[in-house]
């Protein structure tokens, strides 16, 4: 069979190539894969910015397909059944923060980008009926990261004014598709005319570029100040979005896109009652959730592309220049 692994040492950097098939432990499902999504994740291991890099580990956390085989010790699941795969392994007990043996599949446990993958039975859960495949693959990891940021911790609600920042990223779409089926009242933040022409054909009531260096008065007249922000960017951008924060107002970062912020205003932060809340992913009980979440909404992926595994250096190139619209699908 053959998978898409981390090679540091070729001139992309990553290759499709033959992998050994392995055996099937008690606890575990073998998947015939039928999509497999890129994440930034894939494109900062692709260029040795993630810890833990081993070359060879096949990259990938996104992914959904077919039960071939179920081991020995597995009940409820058939062959042929339809899945796709929670990334997110050893969270732990703690729904407030995953414990330190926390790892995410595709660096440094092998991941998804492959005909076949091994994982444990927990990690697999029954595809939502009203996606296919590709739109299946292209859920687990975004989708999961932004229903932690957007409904556990900023605890979103209908009433909420709600600003997702870089609507070109995966989870702020997910943010953003999210905040809009709980009725919230859902900006964006974007560097490109035609994603935000995309969020407001989705239901999104508006946006601003947050290259402009006018974005925040014209957002704070326009708006009059955000309930709730999701942002992926942090950098010194940060400090803008502190300033469209209405006093006690709840900003979730979920990335760092953009680095650290040079400076904090701290007194706008204490003044202002603003929570700044980090997330990370999500726990199985999250994952469960964002599942039935996606199902009563019927909220379908963004998906930009879906391409062969072997045109996957054209793939994480997208991926690395920003310049998809949605989830960045790769098939078999
Ligand atoms: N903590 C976690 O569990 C977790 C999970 C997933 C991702 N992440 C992190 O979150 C970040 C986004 O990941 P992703 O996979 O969703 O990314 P992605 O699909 O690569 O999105 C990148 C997007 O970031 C936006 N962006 C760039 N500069 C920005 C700025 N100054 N202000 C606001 N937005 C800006 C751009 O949006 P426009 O094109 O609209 O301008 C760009 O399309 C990455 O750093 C990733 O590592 C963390």
Redesign the pocket.
């Known amino acids: 069979m053959k998978g898409i692994v981390l090679d540091l040492d070729s001139k992309n950097k990553i290759s499709y190539q033959e992998v050994p098939s392995k055996s099937l432990e008690g606890d575990q499902i073998r998947i015939q894969i039928k999509a497999a999504a890129l ?3 894939d494109e ?1 291991c692709r260029q040795g910015k993630y810890p833990n890099l081993t070359n060879g580990v096949i990259l990938g956390s996104d992914g959904a397909g077919a039960i071939t085989e179920v081991g020995a010790d597995v009940k409820g699941f058939q062959i042929g059944q339809e899945v796709i795969i929670n990334p997110a392994m050893n969270w732990g007990d703690n729904q407030e923060a995953q414990s330190k043996d926390f790892l995410i599949m595709g660096t440094p446990h092998d991941g998804t980008l492959c005909e076949e993958v091994l994982v444990s039975a927990d990690r697999v859960h029954a595809k939502p009926n009203h996606l296919n495949f590709e739109e299946a693959a292209a859920l687990p ?2 989708g999961l ?1 932004a229903y932690r940021a957007l409904i556990y911790q900023a605890k979103t609600k209908p009433s909420d004014k709600v600003l997702i ?8 779409q997910f943010a953003a598709q999210f905040a809009l089926g709980l009725g919230a009242e859902v900006y964006v ?4 005319p035609a ?1 935000l022409e995309k969020a407001v054909s989705m239901g999104a009531k508006g946006g601003f570029d ?1 290259r402009d260096s006018q974005w925040v008065d014209k957002s704070n007249a326009e708006v009059g100040g955000f309930d709730v922000i999701i942002d ?2 942090s ?1 010194d ?1 940060l400090n803008d979005l502190i300033k469209v924060t209405k006093p006690g107002g709840r900003i979730v970062i ?5 680095g650290n912020p040079a400076t904090l205003e701290a007194r706008r932060i204490f003044w202002n009652q603003i929570k700044i809340m980090g ?3 999500g726990s199985d009980q999250d994952f469960e959730e964002m599942l039935t979440f996606v199902q009563k909404y019927q909220i379908k992926p963004i998906v930009d592309s879906v391409s062969p595994f072997s045109e996957a250096v054209e793939a994480f190139d997208k ?1 690395r220049d ?1 310049k ?1 619209m949605g989830k960045i699908v790769l098939v078999p």
């Open positions: 994440n930034h994740r900062w990891l975004a990261t920042s870089g609507f070109g990223g995966g989870v702020a933040t974007t560097s490109s994603k947050y992926g960017a950098g951008g979920y990335g760092a896109t953009q997330s990370t992913m991926m920003g998809q």
